[in-house]
Structure formats: C-alpha cells, structure tokens
C-alpha cells in the first residue's frame, strides 16, 4: 500500500525575481494492495512529479510518503526495496542484451543468480519477452525497450509498483499485452499506481482513479462515483467536467 499526505512541490521561477512554480500543491490520495489506482490528467497537470516524490527521486517540501507503512523520507532505501518502479526515462543499456539489463538490476538489488534467472523466466513469459530476451537492446523498438524495463523494475519481486505512462508510444498489441499484465500484477494482490492521461486506458483498467489537475487532486473514486460527481454518463465528459472546474478556479 502506498499514501501520499498533503505532498506539496515548487520548483523555481525562470527569472531571479519570478515567483516559484508550484508543480504539486496538497496531493493526497491511498493506493491499496490488490487494486490498480491511477493518476489521470492532462500534460503538465502534476502527475510525473507526484509520482517521482512517491520513489524517492525528488522529496516533497511538505508532506509525507509511506510505502508499505514505511517513511519514505526516514529510510529511502527500505522503501526502494518494496518499489518497483517504470520512470518517464526508459533508458536501457545498448550494448547489453535484454537479459543482461534485468540481471544487472537483479544484482543492484541483492538478488543470487538462480534467483535471477528464475524471476527472469517468469517475467520473460508473462510479458512475452523470448523472441528479443537475448538481442542487444540497441535497435530495440519502444515496446522492447518498455518491457524490458518493466521486467527489470520487477525482477526484486516488489508488493508495489509504478509505473509513469507506461503504455507511451506502444503499438495496439503491444498496449493490449501489457494490459493483460497489469490485471495479473492486480491478481497477484500488488498495489499498481500508473499515470495515464489517456481516457480509455485509465476506465479500462482502474479500480479507482485519482484526478491531477493544476497540480491538485480535484477528485478521486471509481469511475462510476466520478461520473456521477460530475453529472455526466461516461467518463470523458466527467473528466473534462472536472478539469474545467479546476481551471476556472485558476484562471
């Protein structure tokens, strides 16, 4: 399980004499175990940010992380261990094959190298990755480079996992396989947090959906209270709905 309380981040203005950029302001939501709880918002709403604070790269100005009911900023590194995490930057290593970039972060996390190869066979199959495993990952295509490094977020085995736009710049089939894979990591009772700003990925796949927009949470829920908070019968509509609202306020 993942919380995120009252977190709150401003990054400097372009000018010395410009106010800060308040990128996140008060973002506060739960993702349970078992559940896939998504971040749906346009681009620049907040999203990468907040999602960078939940796994250590940036931390928060105020507010609080717990991973598993671990302190984020009080043992960064207990909570690395129970993350598994797909940043905005796909970066793979080019001269090593896909198999050899999961081992590496195999070894990064302590693992022995039966375990590796064990965890490297599961996820090889679930993400149907044997016909690339042993290629160099130069050349890749982006839904290559994206399993791959899906594989080797996971390949410690984390209860918990986040993934920043992960389906970016997939093919169909592509995004439709890596569906199937999020509802087994679902299935297997992990806490699945991904950010999306595409409409039919988040209804299609979330249990609950938390909504980022001007750097706040304007609403959160099942895509059913969502419709119903907004009034409105499918889902785009309430999105829109609700992101308005939020920018009228700012306006």
Known sequence: MIVADHLRKTFPGKGKKDAPVVAVDDVGFQAHDGQITGLLGPNGA????TLRMLYTLMKPESGRVLVDGIDVAADPTAARRALGVLPDARGVYKR??????IEYF????GLDKATIAARIAVLSQALQMDDFLDRRTEGFSQGQRTK???????????????????????????TRGLREFLGRLRGEGRCVIFSSHIMQEV?????????????????????????????????????????????????
């Open 46 to 49: 907040g999203k990468t940010t």
């Open 96 to 101: 090593l094959t896909a198999r050899e970039n």
């Open 106 to 109: 195999g070894e990064l996390n």
């Open 148 to 174: 791959t490094a899906i594989a080797r977020a996971l390949v410690h085995d984390p209860r918990n996992v986040i993934l920043d736009e992960p389906t970016n710049g997939l093919d169909v089939m592509t």
């Open 203 to 251: 209804a299609a796949l979330c249990d609950r959906i938390v909504v980022i927009a001007q750097g706040r949470v304007v609403a959160q829920g099942t895509a059913d209270e969502l419709r119903a908070r907004a009034g409105q019968d499918n889902l785009e509509d309430a999105f829109v709905r609700l992101i308005g609202s939020e920018e009228g306020l700012h306006a």
